[in-house]
């Protein structure tokens, strides 16, 4: 059976506070606003990829068993830039031999893990 076409890809995630994580992801990590449909948000992470929030009382307090990774070259880059506005990270860049990638780990303020990624 042939595959069939996919041309993008949204992973919908639950705030309790979705004007934090707008402030978050458009001001700290500047990622376009893509669509606004008023208790979600979609913002473009790459060219054929997004990251949605929508605000819901049944989000979890610290979200288990979810990564967001954004993948890039710059991954210093990015960790310079997020120290420099304030984030904390729980992890610096270091290189994962296991997987062969150079990654850094932080939470989003809704606890999401989000992992800054390239690959050796």
Not at 36 to 55: E, K, N, T
Not at 74 to 96: C, I, M, Q
Not at 101 to 120: A, K, M, S, V
Request: glycine residues 6%; charged residues 25%.
């Amino acid at each position: 059976m042939p595959t069939l076409p996919v041309d993008q890809q949204i992973t919908f995630l639950y705030t309790r506070d979705l004007a934090q994580t707008a402030r978050f992801y458009e001001e700290v990590l500047g990622l376009p606003l893509a669509v606004d449909q008023g208790d979600c948000r979609i913002y473009r992470v790459s060219r054929d990829g997004y990251l949605g929030f929508c605000q819901r009382a049944a989000a979890p307090d610290r979200p288990q068993g979810v990564t967001v990774t954004l993948v890039t070259d710059e991954v210093d880059a990015w960790y310079d830039h997020l120290s420099r506005r304030g984030v904390a990270f729980e992890k610096p860049p270091t290189y994962n031999p296991t997987y062969r990638i150079y990654h850094c780990f932080l939470r989003d303020p809704n606890g999401y893990l989000l992992e800054i990624q390239r690959f050796e």
